[in-house]
């Protein structure tokens, strides 16, 4: 059996969402035992990104002012982003948009590893999906800056997979939200 088909996600955990009107932003925390720097070139190099990231990025995100594309995994026909780099402070502080949403990574030197933390605009309707989404991302993460990778578990591949569909109800139960069905019901009006 590989290392991907041993992996489990662990539960909902590290995840918050706060509420300011109409606008829902998803903090997500991950503790991960590597320097500030390794977690920075992971969030930032395009060859790590196409690892662990639910986004292909045609460049660096690791410079303010790049222009870089964002091409969504496995989105029906490619959904792509442009966007540009708006803070990248390495190792400490990266900004950028993505798909509509504001992106922002903090890394904190911790515990001789990093707490990194994801600031992300989102749509309410998709807050539970999306944490779900961004844990899976960062097991395969962590796992790829251990030296183990498990291939990158995103998009349509994620929401098939049993561990995605747990976390998804159990972030949807902590938020106290809806779990949203797939696909949305104003796709499936004919």
């Known amino acids: 059996m590989t290392d991907r088909e041993q992996y489990t996600p662990g539960p909902a955990s590290g995840a918050e969402v706060r509420k300011d009107g109409e606008k ?5 925390i991950r503790e991960l035992r590597h320097s ?3 977690v920075w070139q992971a969030l930032t190099d395009p060859a790590h990104l196409r690892e662990w990231a639910p986004f292909e ?3 660096s995100l690791g410079a303010v002012g ?20 708006k803070r990248a402070d390495a190792p400490k502080l990266l900004e950028y948009g993505w798909g509509g949403n504001d992106m922002r990574w903090e890394l904190e030197a911790h515990g001789g590893g990093t707490r990194m933390t994801l ?24 796992r790829l800056l251990n030296g183990s990778p498990i291939g990158r578990i995103a ?5 098939k997979f049993g561990g995605w569909q747990r976390l998804n109800g ?5 938020f106290g939200v809806e779990t949203p069905g ?3 019901q104003s796709a499936q009006k004919s």
Request: net charge negative.
């Open 119 to 142: 600031w992300t605009s989102i749509d309410r309707h998709w807050i539970s999906m999306g944490a779900a989404g961004w844990h899976v991302c960062f097991d395969v993460l962590d």
């Open 36 to 38: 500030p720097e390794k």
């Open 182 to 184: 797939w696909p949305p």
């Open 24 to 28: 829902w932003t998803l903090i997500l």
């Open 66 to 85: 790049n222009t870089v594309k964002l091409t969504t995994v496995g989105a029906p026909g490619p959904h792509v982003t442009e966007t540009k780099v």
């Open 170 to 174: 159990e972030y949807a139960k902590q």
């Open 155 to 159: 998009g349509p591949d994620a929401m």
């Open 57 to 59: 990025a045609d460049g």
